[in-house]
């Protein structure tokens, strides 16, 4: 089992690159994110593989850091979603949106990825939400939150400065950035006007 690969690009081709380990070269394919951040040939190159062996073939699957190949794995457990799709999920969302968008309950975000349609992005944000804080990576201050406003328990202080950000141009998830800042500076006795106040300071920065 190949966990990691170091060594020097070979080649980058539209879904994988190939990477030369003193002489021995391997294909690992990619998310077009991660290949867009490789590199170039000749440069070195540390991979995360996940590798998987069926009766008739052996892939490797490359990743840049191992939060993207936990989320590569965790996605494949939902029906509908393989190998394939779960690179374009991760081609279109980094894993702190990606778990931005399941503690959201943004369906919208995850079908942007191509071949996801509305069925198996309803499923993907649905059967994932537990596993969003987990792996939300830099996006973990605030994902406690934006499950609250996901599942509808939030307080109507919070859902109400969050609606309000969002009707003012900016995403749910930026709202929900500024509501989730703003609360650690004001405590959770702030109403909507003082969040509301202190989201938009926030989000002027």
């Not at 490797?60 to 509908?80: H, K, N, S, Y």
């Not at 279109?92 to 198996?120: F, H």
């Not at 993907?124 to 509808?152: C, D, M």
């Not at 500076?185 to 202190?198: P, T, V």
Request: glycine residues 10%.
């Amino acid at each position: 089992m190949i966990g990691k690969l170091k060594g020097t690009i070979e080649e980058i081709g539209e879904d994988h690159v190939l990477v030369d380990v003193h002489g021995v070269c391997y294909v690992a394919f990619c998310s077009a994110r991660t290949l867009s951040r490789i590199g170039s040939a000749g440069e070195a190159i540390v991979l995360f593989i996940e590798t998987y062996v069926r009766e008739d073939q052996l892939k490797l699957f490359g990743f840049m850091t191992a939060l993207e190949r936990e989320w590569f794995i965790i996605l494949q457990g939902v029906q509908g979603v393989g190998a394939r799709v779960a690179l374009a999920v991760l081609s279109t969302l980094t894993p702190s949106e990606l778990a931005n968008a399941i503690a959201l309950q943004d369906k919208t975000a995850v079908s942007r990825a191509p071949g996801v349609g509305p069925k198996v992005a309803v499923r993907i944000v649905t059967e994932l939400k537990n596993k969003a804080p987990a792996f939300a990576g830099e996006a973990s201050g605030s994902i406690g939150l934006k499950q609250e406003l996901g599942e509808g328990v939030a307080s109507s202080a919070v859902t109400d400065a969050v609606s309000a950000l969002s009707n003012l141009g900016y995403s749910r998830d930026q709202a929900a950035n500024a509501v989730a800042a703003a609360l650690r500076s004001a405590g959770e006795e702030a109403d909507s006007a003082q969040l509301i106040r202190l989201g938009l300071k926030e989000l002027a920065r």
